[in-house]
């Protein structure tokens, strides 16, 4: 079993971070395969607490190489900024454990300004954008109007091309969204700033890559957000603008050589959701406002409240069918102990037919909720450690959704610590 991914089931935001810390254990590299540094890993361990965006998790562990891949937005600056916030809680950073792909696009100034003014402009139609410059950056890959970090180390060629970028993107800056023109001279600037600092991070992972998987050593990719979120797969157009879904990992990790052995699908114990898009299960009010805070479900990016429900078995079964998991990790179990009665969001109503199959789309914003209730267990759990001492409703409460989603849940966490899970 070399290879692994640990992926989003759901809408992110399930404990990916918490699960990748955990597992690192036992692998020798971590690669980031996608996204940017628009969400947020948050991981607790000898540390303290690091909310990590760009980072791959595996920073904590000795001897793990960690690797941002081709498929990775790189906002170096924001990495910068990132590597001198977890420097300071003493985790060390450089080559020995950082690298950063030749192949990988960057995520230039102008993406996130361009993010803002693209929000400011679809007013109360916008998609809830971290404005962290996602969605023009993957635009603008496809386009092949990017500048790859391996371009760094030769100055008069970047530049060169770094002014063809420019004149083109003033084009959109000034003439679509009637913003100020730019000099030229502040985007060179901001080149061989960042070059300096970023050159001895950047290699050929690929190279490296398949030198170690010849080598046997164990491989952990390590996705961003879920399934729902995926750009093909998810709900459209509230999506992010990469593929979140395992099967692209060897793709944007610069190892499309490698096989997945291992999948571990990240479900939270009940759902919650950032940003605009329909989200069939959701609470309002009291009830939700009780679940958010016993879940302390807060963006780690952008400190945003996040919208939460029950578990919903229709959606998750989908995202793991999506990621293709061979296992399941389930997160913030604890989270519901304060629960008389667990809700489960167990189908969907769908233009007067119950469904269990997740809707196209645009359809799903006519579905409905069907709820079932499961009985509480009424105590703290998150002190236990194994299987048997759970209490009865909390085992049944895992077994149900282990049936109802078609996959083995073989961790229950109970605690944001690196110790609190529980392995079956
Ligand atoms: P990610 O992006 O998927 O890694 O998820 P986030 O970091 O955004 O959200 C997970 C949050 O839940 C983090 O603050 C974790 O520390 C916390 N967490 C993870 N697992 C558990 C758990 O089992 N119980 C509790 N109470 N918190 C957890």
């Known amino acids: 079993?070399?290879?692994?991914?640990?992926?989003?089931?759901?809408?992110?935001?399930?404990?990916?971070?918490?699960?990748?810390?955990?597992?690192?254990?036992?692998?020798?590299?971590?690669?980031?395969?996608?996204?940017?540094?628009?969400?947020?890993?948050?991981?607790?361990?000898?540390?303290?607490?690091?909310?990590?965006?760009?980072?791959?998790?595996?920073?904590f562990r000795k001897g793990v190489m960690n690797i941002l891949g081709n498929g990775v937005a790189v906002d170096l600056e924001n990495l910068w900024d990132e590597m001198e916030q977890v420097r300071k809680n003493g985790v060390p950073l450089s080559p020995e454990n950082l690298m950063i792909s030749t192949r990988a696009s960057l995520l230039l100034p102008w993406h996130r300004e361009q993010d803002g003014l693209e929000e400011a402009r679809l007013a109360d139609k916008k998609y809830g954008s971290t404005k962290q410059g996602i969605a023009p950056f993957y635009a603008d890959k496809y386009a092949k109007k990017t500048i790859l970090a391996g371009e760094l180390f030769n100055?008069?060629?970047?530049?060169?091309?770094?002014?063809?970028?420019?004149?083109?993107?003033?084009?959109?800056?000034?003439?679509?969204?009637?913003?100020?023109?730019?000099?030229?001279?502040?985007?060179?600037?901001?080149?061989?700033?960042?070059?300096?600092?970023?050159?001895?991070?950047?290699?050929?992972?690929?190279?490296?890559?398949?030198?170690?998987?010849?080598?046997?050593?164990?491989?952990?990719?390590?996705?961003?957000?879920?399934?729902?979120?995926?750009?093909?797969?998810?709900?459209?157009?509230y999506t992010t603008s990469s593929n979140t879904i395992a099967a692209y990992a060897p793709i944007g990790s610069g190892a499309p050589f490698a096989k997945l052995d291992r999948i571990v699908g990240v479900v939270k114990a009940y759902s919650s959701c950032v940003g605009e898009g329909p989200f069939t299960c959701e609470w309002f009010d009291e009830k939700a406002e009780q679940l958010r805070t016993a879940g302390e479900e807060f963006g780690a990016k952008t400190g945003r409240p996040r919208r939460v429900g029950p578990l919903d078995i229709v959606a998750t079964r989908y995202g793991v069918a999506a990621q293709a998991a061979t296992e399941i990790a389930l997160t913030k179990m604890d989270v519901l102990s304060y629960m008389k009665e667990i809700p489960v969001c167990?189908?969907?109503?769908?233009?007067?037919?119950?469904?269990?199959?997740?809707?196209?789309?645009?359809?799903?914003?006519?579905?409905?909720?069907?709820?079932?209730?499961m009985p509480g267990w009424g105590c703290d759990i998150s002190g236990i450690r194994k299987w048997e001492d759970l209490p009865k409703e909390a085992q049944d409460y895992v077994l149900f959704v282990e049936k109802a989603i078609g996959c083995r849940i073989s961790y229950v966490s109970v605690g944001p610590e690196r110790d609190a899970y529980i392995k079956r």
């Open 1 to 59: 079993m070399s290879n692994c991914a640990i992926v989003g089931i759901n809408w992110g935001d399930e404990g990916k971070g918490r699960m990748v810390d955990l597992l690192t254990e036992s692998y020798d590299i971590v690669v980031r395969y996608q996204g940017g540094g628009n969400a947020g890993h948050t991981v607790i361990n000898e540390y303290g607490k690091n909310a990590l965006h760009l980072l791959p998790s595996g920073i």
């Open 155 to 237: 100055e008069e060629r970047l530049l060169a091309h770094a002014k063809d970028l420019w004149e083109w993107k003033e084009l959109t800056r000034t003439g679509v969204y009637h913003a100020e023109p730019k000099p030229f001279e502040e985007l060179a600037a901001w080149l061989k700033k960042y070059a300096e600092i970023f050159k001895p991070y950047i290699q050929d992972t690929t190279v490296y890559l398949r030198d170690a998987i010849a080598a046997d050593k164990k491989v952990l990719f390590e996705a961003q957000l879920g399934s729902l979120r995926d750009l093909d797969y998810g709900i459209h157009p």
């Open 346 to 373: 167990t189908h969907y109503m769908l233009d007067g037919k119950q469904t269990d199959e997740f809707p196209f789309p645009a359809d799903l914003e006519r579905a409905l909720p069907v709820e079932e209730m």
